[in-house]
């Protein structure tokens, strides 16, 4: 059975920091990641990692967040520094099958508030 837990989120100050963590398990994995989805909106992406480390990002995110994975733990991080209220929502986990890019598994979901 996939099992992807995410962890790390909680109410933080605008500037503040969070690091967010993504235990994932069940299969081997290629393309992990994270998306967010705040209240009224679409989910969207944030930031993605290949097994061999190469990172993407959003355009809103870049500078201020940063994408890591363990592929021995099969663990995926994002800290995210000098947060801002536009970054409050629900982040949820993602991780492609290796076997089948086309299968894609997400996790439960973790909030980040960003308020003063």
């Known amino acids: 059975q996939v099992q992807l837990v995410e962890s790390g989120g909680g109410l933080v100050q605008p500037g503040g920091s969070l690091r967010l963590s993504c235990v994932a398990s069940?299969?081997?994995?290629?393309?992990m990641g994270w998306y967010r989805q705040a209240p009224g909106k679409q989910r969207e992406l944030v930031a993605t990692?290949?097994?061999?480390?190469?990172?993407n990002y959003a355009d809103s995110v870049k500078g201020r967040f940063t994408i890591s994975r363990d592929n021995v733990q099969n663990t995926v991080f994002l800290q995210m520094n000098n947060l801002k209220p536009e970054d409050t929502a629900v982040y949820f986990c993602?991780?492609?099958?290796?076997?089948?890019?086309?299968?894609?598994?997400w996790g439960r979901g973790t909030q980040v508030t960003v308020s003063s």
């Open positions: 069940g299969t081997r994995f290629g393309v």
């Open positions: 993602n991780a492609q099958s290796w076997f089948n890019s086309r299968i894609r598994y």
């Open positions: 990692i290949v097994s061999g480390g190469s990172p």
